[in-house]
């Protein structure tokens, strides 16, 4: 507004109109192009008059000029806040101190005052409005009045809002994207750096951001240099005269290439890069990510390695192998099919029609590798003892005649050969003689047949029932690891041969090893035994003849461990011998005490003439013995632990009350429960005698 605008203003209404009607056409003019500026424009004289409001103020406020025109003590505030109070024109006529002092949010500069403000009153939801004002002067330098014009700018406002909240959004999906990201702007300054590019190179994002001059290649290249972000401000044609590497997908760039210095040993990487463009399509920048590709990149590089010494590979296979493509034409014929068949391959490789099935069949008829390009259905149909699994088949069969041998079983294997595409095409099958294995499961058959018998055997040798005693309640029992073993027990009567009636032997025994060898030298060692507990009255002696008659006949280094005792109804007592064997545990129920039966005599089979000692106690009723082989206490759980003799004393004790039946029933289950899942390793035999 120029100063002749102002220089005959007067202060009430009436002599502004005056004053218009007495103006010159120029200053019309200027009063015109006042009326029409765009932004919303009011004058104040030095009081605080207004003396100018025009059209853009109207249509702000709603407010007319003819309304306003005149008006002091703050009314043209009331539009904008609902109550009269200075704005910005009048801030104009503060002191500087004064201003700061009261408004810190106004910049000033020179003598003019500018304030973006959140004006809530002045619509519904409120408005943002920027507003700017300058003092007026006469022609002395004297302020005579203000200017203040004013813009909404709630729209830019709200945009810049959702700007910032979209680039916030924006910044956090970059910074948690999975790739290594930057983005550079129109001059190639770094303004994103995110959390996998920190990963990948190793420098913050705040040692990158705002950097320029390539920097970012650094981590990279080891010096500065264009990378493929960079490229993107390249034209087209110069792109592809410098960088024919460089792949373009419309705007978008994509790279794949090896860079030895970035890590020891190199990288390779793959790149994508694109233009980053403002809302009216011009390019502000660049985008790139960035991923490391050396483990798939080597992956590939080792199949096709792979690839190039497949067919070596399948050459020197041991199985017989041969491969054909989806015409039935044979396209490997491997060394072991050559030798198996006596065609070399330079006679098999290209022949089709079948003829890869005469040297094993004499006629031309399709294979096993033919039935893969066959739909499923024709094979279930027509070849039942072919077994599918998943896309292969699998056959057992048996051929006449090979090469002057007859009678000989063979396995073949077929399965589909796939392009990359998943598109078959062709098949490959191996074939295996396996007349030798065939032989061994019939060998194998017939010696599981025989182990069983031996099993049936064995368990011949346990009693079937314990003979009856007065004032005893007597259980045994022998759980063996596998199908034979070397723990027994035996229950002799004496009265057949006239003794003493109401006496019996009683025997357990674990012989050194396990399967068969064990199984023999038991039986050896039950005969021995048993027939010298009939002979001698005295445990000792009977076990002493014993001794010196298995360590004659045992040459395989065998022994045997074992407890025997006679027990007599007449006054209750167990006469004992124990060879080298776990000592029994011998339950008291007068006071719940627990006392062990030690060895009284070294192991059977070790050494000839040795002395054994008897040994007598006495079984009052509620006592219990609890006669057993290592394979109790020696049970393992899954964390290695022993069944142990604690354990097994704890089961006696909490089942004292029990039938011998019932607690060795109990120490059986509480085994199966300490070991859990895993296997028996050693037999397992328990005799238990309760005092009735």
Known sequence: MQSSYLKNVVHDKDRVFQEKQMESPDQIVHDAIFDFLPDATLVIDRNGIVIAWNKAMETMTGVPAEAMLGKGDYEYAIPFYKERRPILVNLVFLSEAELEQKYDTIERTGDTLVVDVFVPQFRPGGAYLWAKASPLYDDKGTVIGAIETVRDITDRKLAEQEMAKTTREMAEIIDFLPDATLVIDREGNVIAWNNAMEKMTGVPAEAML???NYEYALPFYKERRPILVNLVFMPEVELEEKYDTVERIGDTLVVDIFIPDFKPGGVFLWAKASPLY??????IGAIETIRDITDRKRAEQEIVR???????IISFLPDATLAIDCDG???TWNKAMEDLTGIPAEQMIGKGDYEYALPFYHDRRPMLANLILMPEAEVENHYTHVKREGDTLVVDTFIQSLRGRTGRYF???ASPLSDPQGNVIGAIETIRDITERREMEGKLARSNAELTIAADIQRSFMPEEIPRISGFDIAARTVMAKEVGGDFFDVIPFEIIALDKGMLGLLVADVSGKGVPAALFMALSRIVVRVNALWHRDPAKAIFDANNIITADSKSGMFVTLFFGTLKEEDRTLTYVNAGHNPPVVYRSR???????LPTGIVLGAAENREFFS???TIGPGDIVVMYTDGVTESINAQEELFG?????AIIRDNAHRSSHEILERILSGVREFTGDMPQFDDITLLVIRGT
């Open 329 to 331: 034409v044979v396209i």
């Open 278 to 283: 403002d809302p009216q399509g011009n390019v």
């Open 411 to 413: 396995w073949a294997k």
């Open 210 to 212: 705002g950097k320029g």
């Open 306 to 312: 792979s690839r190039r010494s497949l067919s070596d």
């Open 615 to 617: 040994q007598t106690i």
């Open 645 to 649: 003799e604690e354990r097994l004393n």
């Open 591 to 597: 006071d719940g005490t627990l006392e062990e039966l």
